[in-house]
């Protein structure tokens, strides 16, 4: 059943795309209130809020408006986190429950909308998304999948856990109390677990031998997303939940890493480059210098092995130069995890017995990228003996 003010202002805002005002949306949104209160029937206000997000996705999310204080601040937020968002997180229980599109729908649009985290807005955003009911939801439901294997091949829980990690993630950047920390804890915990179950490990067995394929929903939030998320917390929680991870992970991920052909690295797809770039991150940046020791020495064979199969796809990457397509993004992401296992300093004397790493590092300092160009230079001061080239 169409509702006609609901129909007119989502009009408006698809025809005024990113140049509508924020009192034109604020006016819209005072409507679309309005109306979904005077709505009972649960499937009709799931479409007709579906509507209205899918009316807001012609707004680009990256011009900041739809994050503007006046907004933020508004009640129809508030309706899709605990309508649509908690609502349906909490009946996940229901056995054969049919969810309704709206809910990556919502999802997709916060996502996106926690894009335009800044100074000013942070306590309104954190005000929205740091809420004890939700947080408490997303920890039981990963609790849940760790535990005893629910909801594993539910995509739409799947999906939906996915962005609301990508979610809060993007608070990473900003002045996140220890207390912000400790309410959002469920979630980090959660995170562990999944990371730490038997599941994890099949995952990265299920993985093909090559560089060249696409991954899964699961993969995506176990292999990529979990690893990205706990990259937030590297100042507020113990090393040794990360070192219980690598134990169990580690060795399945170098074992699938070195048998996958170097010179098809360049053809993998963004998305598995991030999997890799993340999880390589968790396993090898050390979290403080305390823990750096005890990373060198019980990890220390997996990590010259990543090492020498990083400085073969960098070989690889140089050698094939003519092909441009993502050549920089290669190189950089290779650069810098080369430059994170130098922390390590046996790995480092590892390092120092490939004869053709300093060349290729050398070969490199012209690259017109500060990135490339920082972690080159630091990985060829850590001690080399540059004379020898």
């Known amino acids: 059943m169409n509702n006609s003010i609901i129909d007119d202002q989502c009009t408006i805002i698809r025809d005024s795309g990113a140049k509508i005002s924020i009192e034109l949306l604020k006016t819209s949104f005072d409507l679309f209130v309005s109306e979904l209160k005077q709505i009972d029937d649960i499937d009709m206000k799931n479409n007709l809020i579906e509507q209205m997000v899918c009316s807001l996705s012609v707004v680009p999310y990256r011009n900041k408006k739809l994050a503007d204080l006046k907004l933020l601040n508004h009640e129809f937020y508030f309706i899709l986190r605990d309508k649509i968002l908690i609502e349906n997180l909490r009946e996940r229980h229901i056995e054969d429950k049919i969810y309704p599109k709206v809910l990556l729908d919502v999802l997709i649009f916060f996502m996106n909308l926690s894009c335009n985290i800044n100074n000013n807005n942070l306590n309104e955003f954190k005000y929205l998304f740091f809420h004890k009911i939700l947080i408490n939801e997303i920890g039981n439901c990963l609790n849940e999948m760790s535990t005893y294997g629910k909801y594993l091949d539910n995509n739409l829980i799947i999906r939906s856990i996915n962005y609301l990690l990508i979610l809060f993630k993007h608070f990473h950047a900003y002045d996140i109390t220890k207390a912000d920390y400790l309410s959002i804890s469920p979630i980090f915990y959660g995170v562990i677990q999944c990371l730490c179950c038997s599941y994890s490990i099949d995952l990265i067995k299920s993985l093909k031998q090559s560089f060249i394929q696409k991954l899964n929903d699961n993969q995506i939030l176990f292999l990529c997303s979990m690893p990205y998320y706990l990259q937030w917390y590297s100042d507020y929680y113990h090393p040794e939940n990360i070192i219980k991870i690598l134990r169990i992970l580690l060795n399945e991920f170098t074992l699938w890493m070195t048998n ?46 990543l090492v020498l199969h990083w400085s073969l796809i960098l070989s690889s990457i140089l050698s094939n130069s003519f092909n441009k397509y993502n050549i920089k993004l290669n190189i950089r992401i290779i650069v810098q995890n080369l430059y994170n296992f130098t922390l390590h300093s046996n790995v480092l004397n590892f390092m120092k017995t490939i004869s053709n790493l300093i060349p290729m590092l050398l070969q490199m300092t012209d690259i017109q990228n500060d990135e490339i160009q920082l972690n080159v230079y630091r990985c060829l001061g850590k001690n080399y003996d540059r004379n020898r080239y």
């Open 260 to 305: 996958c052909h170097p010179d098809t690295y360049y053809q993998c797809s963004s998305q598995l480059a991030k999997m890799i770039r993340h999880l390589t991150y968790l396993f090898v940046r050390p979290l403080k210098s305390d823990y750096i020791n005890i990373l060198c020495q019980d990890f220390y064979h997996d990590y010259c092995k």
